[in-house]
């Protein structure tokens, strides 16, 4: 039993020692472990990214008008849509203001008017006649797209608030 407390107090202490170890060298497992993490970052976003198109479609499904289908069901689709473009809008107003106040913070003000011009482009061609699935799907996407785009510029480091 002391021999098992003893192994439980010694693991914890050189897994935080090890850490350090392999933070300060350039070994090749720590290479290795960096691209493994960043490959895993990737796919851990396009599964995201899938099961948010596959929620879109499944909300797009239930909410979208039908020739069956009574008229609020449409109006309370336009009003959501409308309240994910509103907040879109908002976000993007509020990163210029939060995390681009200075004309030096040129990369969060390329992010974030890039992100402005995929919500626009989005709108229309949700809009489009070829197209024509409405404003919710690209409504929900907007703001997830914002969404992505805030926690990028956050994770930067650069915001009025440290100024």
């Not at 959501?80 to 908002?90: C, K, L, P």
């Not at 061609?125 to 997830?144: C, E, F, T």
Request: glycine share 8%.
């Amino acid at each position: 039993m002391a021999l098992g407390m003893v192994g439980a107090e010694v693991f914890p202490i050189g897994r935080i020692n090890g850490g350090f170890i392999l933070r300060s060298s350039r070994s090749l497992f720590s290479l290795l472990a960096g691209e493994v993490a960043r490959i895993g970052a990737r796919v851990f976003l396009l599964l995201q990214l899938v099961s948010v198109i596959e929620f879109i479609r499944w909300w797009n499904k239930y909410w979208a008008p039908d020739e069956q289908s009574k008229k609020s069901i449409c109006s309370i689709a336009l009003f959501t849509s409308t309240v994910f473009y509103v907040a879109s809008i908002y976000g993007i107003v509020s990163m210029y203001y939060f995390y681009a106040p200075k004309g030096s913070c040129s990369l969060n003000i390329f992010f974030i008017t890039w992100t402005f011009i995929l919500v626009i482009v989005m709108m229309a061609m949700s809009l489009h006649s070829k197209v024509n699935r409405g404003l919710l799907s690209s409504g929900i996407m907007a703001a997830y797209v914002v969404f992505l785009c805030w926690s990028a510029v956050r994770r930067l480091g650069i915001s009025y608030w440290v100024h």
